[in-house]
């Protein structure tokens, strides 16, 4: 990311909108971005988490894993029950009121534009929250509409750059009625997690391809993820996490086998060669590829284990737990997918975004474990297991709709079709 200027780098959103309500803008506008800071807290929040970064040498930095405040709660807890249950009112009433407008999707809008579609871009921010009624709805897309479009971006885990382009358009245009109906779905699933969870858990919410690590009531960090596609789709899991392997081998699941590995050998004979991914048999001996037809089903029959490395899939963790679905979190090689919108890759395993956190965080209280001991263990490039003093819980859920305590409401797509109310709009983010 460009540096800003000297003179812009002690100015953030809320001091900015302070200014500018002061200046030419006018009383009006100011009363607009007050009450819009209403919710800055948790908003601000998301936005840090959402917001696209540079996943290069610095990936394992903590860009994107956020330090919630002690004040805020996980996704699944009583608060949260609550707070989603008081939400479902005030969409009854708007969708009651005939919902919000349409905005047009055949511009891309920004700060500086000028048309018709701002006019409706308004009035839909207005209609949701984000945007205060005294805002107006002139056509000219200014600082408090971007404003306005960031905050319904980070309640919707899209990227927050305050652009309304295709997926902030699609989300936009999601009818009031189907929020109303995703919201009144997902709190019977928020209730069925409000009971005891224990005091230190991890949760992955998988429509927002997010993981949370809660202790004591408390979300210590958030985590982007990558899960399962619409055709290999995550599980739902209640398990508890037993183990942590570095620098593990991947051995490939006969599913992969089937529908990844056999196609592309047919395509690229030297695939498994280049992926450093070796054959084995019965007895653990070693074949060569081409003792093997690829134009047939053969290759189930066999072991397929890839070396320890920068290639391997699992990357330099495997967390493990029980599961009859033979599924796990990991890291990846492939980091570029955590800044993109759609998160949704795997096989049913869950990625991991910056996984040495978390792991760090469970080993906590585990002997001979600290962090510089887990990166020692990573760099040695050799295969090493830390068996958890204390299992720690682990909740997969499928939860798209929900109001955190401060009474912000989020949304995410229903990617696996699981509300029963239709599509949700375009993909889903974190």
Known sequence: MTDRPEYLRHW???????????????????LAAGRAQAQDQMLQLLMEQTRRSDFGQTYDSGIRS????????????PATVQTTEAAIPRYEQMAAQGGWPQVPQNERLRVGNRSKAVMALRQRLIAGGDLATSAGVSDVFDSYVEAG???????????????????????????????????????????SFSGNLGPKFVMCNIPAAQIEAIENGVAITR????????????????????????????TVPVSIVKRDLIPKMQEEPDYLTKQRIRILDGRGNELQ????????????????????????????????????????????????????DFRFHSSGCVRVQNVRELVTWLLAGTPNWSRQ?????????????????SPVPLYWVY????????????????????????????????
Do not use: C
């Open 12 to 30: 953030n959103r809320r001091s900015l909108l302070r200014h500018l309500g002061r200046g030419a803008l006018g009383a009006g506008a100011a």
């Open 66 to 77: 956020v330090k919630m405040p002690k004040t805020s709660l996980p996704t699944l807890s």
């Open 149 to 191: 479009v960031k905050r319904f971006q980070a309640r919707h885990g899209l990227t927050v750059d305050g652009m309304a382009r295709e997926a902030t358009l699609s989300a936009l245009n999601v009818p009031a009625e189907q929020r109303l109906a995703q919201l009144r779905t997902n709190l019977i699933r928020l209730r």
């Open 223 to 250: 985590h982007t993820a990558v899960v399962g596609k619409p055709d290999r789709a995550s599980p739902d899991i209640n398990s508890k996490i037993v183990e942590v392997n570095f620098n593990p081998f991947w």
């Open 289 to 340: 590829p081409t003792q093997i037809n690829w134009y047939s089903e053969e290759a189930v029959n066999y072991m397929f284990k890839q070396d320890p490395g920068d290639l391997n899939s699992l990357g330099a963790i495997r967390i493990n737990f029980p599961s009859a679905h033979g599924v796990y979190m990991h890291d990846t090689p492939s980091r570029n997918l955590f800044g993109e």
């Open 373 to 389: 001991q887990i990166d020692d263990a990573i760099r040695s490039g050799e295969r090493k297991d830390a068996r958890l003093k």
């Open 399 to 430: 939860v798209t709709a929900w109001a955190t305590p401060d009474g912000v409401v989020q949304f995410r797509d229903d990617i696996y079709g699981r509300d029963g109310i239709g599509a949700t709009g375009g993909v889903t983010r974190g």
